[in-house]
């Protein structure tokens, strides 16, 4: 069974920043889409950044500019750099995976806590 694990939270002050790192196991296969979430309290889960087959990276209008996501196909792993913080940006933070063949699955990771306070 595939299971993903964040790490890389904390707590930082507005304008730091912090790299989120989201490591795969259980199986070695390769993932179509790898990306982020976000949810904060009182707020509805937010599509934060993705990284599709062909390296093509979307981010939602709140963190273009600031953050940027990567992955290493060698390690399953997805990364998310983030920049210039702001207290809007707390929120816990999900790595998920998703894989079209044979069947769609996708993957959530347990979450890390971002919190950016002065």
């Known amino acids: 069974q595939v299971q993903l694990a964040e790490s890389g939270g904390?707590?930082?002050?507005?304008?730091?920043?912090?790299?989120?790192?989201c490591?795969?196991?259980?199986s070695s296969v390769r993932f179509?889409?790898?990306g982020w979430y976000r949810?904060?309290?009182g707020k509805q889960r937010e599509l934060v950044a993705t990284d599709?087959?062909?390296?093509?990276t979307n981010y939602?209008?709140?963190v273009k500019g600031r953050f940027i996501i990567s992955r290493d196909n060698a390690k399953n792993t997805?990364?998310?750099?983030?920049?210039s913080l702001k207290p809007e940006d707390t929120a816990v933070y999900y790595c998920y995976a998703l894989k079209?063949?044979?069947r769609r699955n996708t993957y959530w990771g347990q979450g890390t806590q971002v919190t950016v306070s002065s």
């Not at 904390?10 to 790192?21: C, E, F, I, T």
């Not at 490591?23 to 259980?26: D, E, K, L, P």
């Not at 997805?78 to 920049?83: G, I, T």
């Open 10 to 21: 904390g707590l930082v002050q507005p304008g730091g920043s912090l790299r989120l790192s």
């Open 23 to 26: 490591a795969t196991s259980g």
């Open 32 to 34: 179509n889409a790898m």
């Open 39 to 41: 949810q904060a309290p």
């Open 52 to 56: 599709a087959s062909g390296g093509i």
């Open 60 to 62: 939602a209008d709140s």
């Open 78 to 83: 997805v990364y998310l750099q983030m920049n």
């Open 100 to 102: 079209t063949w044979p």
